[in-house]
């Protein structure tokens, strides 16, 4: 007999901690691997991340040596000392002469170069791509837009393609 104060019993089956406990450890699990790969690929990412810093002066330095030899007209230099064997198989010493020559504009009067990108695009099968844009400043005051791709051969920085953009007037100056 119950009051009104008093509650009335019920039997309720009670569920076993091990039916509960085996869903939330699968979820455990699950989480656990998610973290770990997250984890593998934050450290992956950094490692390329610092990579990247540490090559950015070194191709930097690579791309202005070019610049120079280039502008100096030194193109022997630049071809033979600077150009990859991948640029070299695409474009004979002569041609490439020729075609500096064209481009007068772009690299008559270099002066400096300022950073303004930099990346590293890993490919499987192909050689790591170092990837530099940067603004040119002329000796006469243009500027310029640089990107250059290079590569590694034998554990040194080289040439791969090199475009320069600069304005209708400088282009103009040349004429």
């Known amino acids: 007999m119950t009051t009104e ?13 091990e039916s509960t406990s085996k869903p939330r450890s699968r979820i455990k699990k ?9 984890a ?3 450290v992956v990412f950094g490692l390329l991340i610092f990579k990247g810093f540490k090559d950015k002066p070194l191709v930097e330095a690579k791309v202005v040596e070019y610049m120079q030899l280039v502008s100096n007209q030194e193109f022997e230099k630049a071809y033979n000392d ?12 002569e041609k490439f002469i020729e075609a500096t020559e064209l481009f007068e504009p772009q690299y008559s009067g270099f002066q400096k170069l300022e950073f303004a990108s930099f990346s590293v695009r890993k490919n499987s099968g192909a050689p790591t791509i170092y990837e530099y844009s940067g603004i040119i400043t002329y000796s006469n005051g243009d500027k310029g837009e640089l990107s250059a791709f290079l590569e590694q051969e034998n554990g040194e920085y080289k040439i791969d393609g090199i475009n320069v953009k600069i304005s209708p007037e400088r282009a103009m100056l040349f004429r």
């Not at 009335?8 to 901690?17: A, E, M, S």
């Open 82 to 93: 600077i150009a990859s064997e991948r640029f070299k198989a695409q474009i004979t010493l």
């Open 5 to 17: 104060n008093q509650q009335t019993q019920t039997d309720i089956p009670l569920t076993t901690t």
């Open 30 to 38: 699950i989480l656990l691997i998610i973290g770990i790969v997250i």
């Open 40 to 42: 593998v690929f934050a």
